[in-house]
């Protein structure tokens, strides 16, 4: 392979990695934190998605309409976690996998709802970065990939900063390891749960701009990131944001690397092939509790 | 027993029987009303539903036309539809309960090449008529005798001939092959492989992808460093998509004389508008385009029907691509059952093997494995394409088609200065 293409695969490995970072950190904080196995963690990014569609047609910049929704998708998400808690996490021990079952007929419920509204057919949006690239010497970056790159250090570092250095975000990471410690403390672990949850949410409103920055959507390509957030979350090491951005860097790296030497056949079997084999050597995952 | 009630049974008695008697007629003038069920599934969800959508309306359409002109056989046609969300393997199963429970009259295949193949031994073992509805090769190696496809290509190399074609008419001597991982895209690629010796065509690229790849930025510069003369591309429609945008931030390099082939989407309206300018230079297949060679019969009226529809259905507002088909797919089946008076697939079989029949995407004979006899797959180039206006695609020179000779309306002009 010629220096030259292994240079581009790896940048184009890194920017790629760093979009599946940005719609994984959702679905790191409700199954790395809260234990909430969020299976229709990708369905609503389809939805986040289809509301920059929604607010582009009207003109709206995709990422300031990702930032417009967030707040939405974080009611949505205390909302969805009350009624997650109370149906299911109040009841006895078989309620996770009742609350699996519960989670996987939303995201249909979320699908069908699409269809329904937008039908079947693949949308995009508009904006300036979207179809430009740009030229490093001989190498050529699409923009929109850069803006994938950009959005999700930002995302990462705000949530990493939000979950260490706030007395909330404190909270959350501390409910993670024993709640009833933080019940003792006088918290609500219930209610900390609920507003992890929301964070959660609302963070599949600007990834779900990335995703319908990155490439276009339909009601169903929600189906197609279940294995690859899942992935990255688990990889990471449940619950880590760092680690999050970390293993969402090294499948898309290693990805890139296996598209442009070995052919694209091989690239889900490397990405999963990663998995397995840090999950032999280190089960709670890169940069796991 | 009291004298009073008994008469009283009698009476009641007499009533009902009476009455039986009375609704006997009703009940046979129901029997002769019962409808003649056509069953099928059709992609409504998944990938494939894009299409599916827009070919179910064209199937309605036709089932309110010849219910209109009397039915079949003067019963009203019902169709019997299932959503089989674009996954084969869901297919087995519903056509299982087409055949077993619903007891259809008439069987029409799913739409596309992946869910119809998965029900070829079942219809082969059951001796059952189906008409295919776009399947590639979905009957080459099971050669069920009642099998009659509507597609205007018979196998991957009649629908790969134009393309190679059109390679040696730009004087191309190499060729990128990139093809997505599922039945569809490989048979394509191997028409393409099966030729490029005759062709004079050496590979410099041959790759398949997994369904599931969202960047192929790697895969583009990957193509560019070969320096191929043409790139072929057998894609799905989100691929598609994805594709033509990384040729078009990235570049696959001026080398290319002819890029495009067998991307699933690029006849759809919505990816259409959305692509715009970036399709200008794209060499496509397609099955019909407003152009003049392609005003078979009845089409246009068919079209200006199903576009009035479709956008209160919220489906393909063009319907260039499938509906025109799956149109005749109804016409089809009412002109052999027409002729025959039969509902036997055995009878209705030998009608369509021996007949030409006349649809609106013109006159179709069937040969020997239940393909077309005469392969008619275009191939079209994309000119002048402005953003954002899906109006720009009714009209002709748009899509001009570059090859077969038969139905050419233009030449098709180098990748690398068309897209320019």
């Known amino acids: 392979m010629p220096a030259e293409l292994l240079i581009e695969a790896i940048v184009s490995g890194i920017l790629l990695g760093c979009f599946y970072a940005a719609v994984s950190l959702g679905l790191s904080v409700a199954f790395g934190l809260l234990d909430v196995p969020h299976i229709a963690h990708p369905a609503f990014l389809i939805l986040g998605a289809y509301g920059v569609y929604l607010l582009n047609m009207y003109g709206a910049d995709p990422l300031l309409s990702g930032a417009l929704l967030a707040p939405l998708f974080f009611v949505l998400g205390v909302g969805f976690y009350r009624a997650y808690h109370a149906l299911f996490e109040k009841r006895g021990s078989d309620a996770g996998l009742r609350g699996l079952s519960f989670l996987f007929g939303v995201s249909f419920i979320v699908e069908v709802a699409l269809i329904l509204v937008f039908g079947v057919d693949q949308r995009m949006v508009d904006a300036a970065y979207i179809g430009a690239s740009v030229s490093l010497g001989e190498l050529r970056v699409p923009t929109r990939m850069l803006v994938a790159f950009g959005l999700a250090l930002l995302l990462s570092a705000a949530l990493a900063v939000y979950l260490s250095r706030t007395f909330t975000g404190r909270a959350i990471r501390a409910v993670a390891q024993d709640q009833v410690a933080l019940s003792l403390m006088g918290a609500d672990p219930v209610r900390i749960k609920q507003w992890a949850f929301g964070i959660a949410m609302a963070t599949c409103a600007p990834a779900g701009a990335l995703l319908i920055v990155v490439g276009p959507v339909d009601p169903g390509l929600g189906r197609l990131y279940i294995g690859r957030t899942f992935c990255v979350a688990v990889l990471a090491g449940l619950g880590s944001v760092k680690g999050t951005l970390a293993a969402g860097i090294i499948l898309g790296v290693a990805e890139s690397i296996v598209l442009s030497s070995f052919g694209p056949s091989w690239a889900p079997a490397v990405a999963f092939g990663i998995l397995l084999l840090v999950l032999a050597v280190r089960p709670t995952g890169l940069f796991g509790r | ?420």
């Open chain 2, 1 to 420: 027993m009291k004298p009073a009630r008994r008469a009283l049974l009698f009476r009641a008695s007499t009533i009902a029987l009476a009455w039986m008697l009375a609704a006997l007629p009703s009940i046979g003038r129901a029997q002769e009303k019962k409808p003649v069920r056509v069953g099928f599934s059709i992609a409504q969800t998944g990938p494939l539903s894009s299409a599916g959508k827009s070919g179910l309306l064209a199937l309605q359409i036709w089932r309110d036309d010849v219910n209109a002109r009397g039915g079949l056989l003067g019963r009203p046609v019902e169709l019997v539809v299932y959503d089989d969300q674009s996954n084969p393997a869901m297919t087995p199963g519903i056509y299982t309960k087409l055949i077993d429970v619903d007891k259809v009259d008439l069987l029409v295949a799913p739409y596309a090449t992946n869910p119809t193949a998965p029900i070829m031994p079942l219809v082969k073992q059951r001796d059952l008529l189906l008409i295919g509805n776009f399947a590639l090769d979905a009957n080459a190696q099971i050669r069920h005798d009642k099998y009659f496809n509507n597609q205007p290509w018979a196998s991957a190399r009649d629908s790969a001939a134009p393309y190679l074609a059109l390679c040696r008419r730009l004087g191309a001597k190499t060729i990128a092959i990139l093809a997505a991982d599922a039945e569809f895209a490989q048979n394509l690629a191997k028409g393409i492989r099966a030729g490029l010796a005759e062709h004079g065509l050496q590979p410099v690229y041959d790759e398949n992808y997994p369904p599931n790849t969202v960047d192929f930025s790697s895969m583009v510069r990957t193509i560019r460093s070969r320096k191929p003369d043409a790139v072929f591309v057998a894609s799905y429609p989100s691929d598609s998509t994805a594709i033509i945008r990384a040729v078009n931030e990235i570049g696959v390099g001026d080398s290319v004389k002819l890029f495009g082939g067998g991307m699933v989407g690029l006849q759809y309206a919505s990816i259409m508008e959305a692509l715009g300018s970036q399709l200008n230079g794209v060499v496509n297949y397609n099955t019909w385009a407003p152009e003049k060679t392609m005003d078979f019969p009845g089409v246009r009226d068919f079209l200006a029907r199903y576009q009035a529809l479709a956008r209160q259905a919220n489906v393909d507002p063009l319907g260039f691509y499938l509906p025109p088909y799956d149109y005749a797919i109804g016409q089809l089946l009412e002109q052999a059952v027409t002729a025959t008076r039969s509902l036997d697939h055995g009878v209705l079989a030998k009608y369509l093997r021996e007949h030409e029949m006349q649809t609106i995407v013109g006159p179709i004979r069937y040969g020997p494995t239940g393909e077309w006899a005469r392969p008619r797959i275009v191939y079209v180039q994309f000119r002048g394409i402005v953003n954002r206006n899906v109006d720009q695609f009714r009209s002709p020179g748009r899509q001009v088609i570059v090859a077969p000779a038969a139905f050419k309306t233009g030449e098709a002009i180098p990748f690398n200065r068309a897209h320019q």
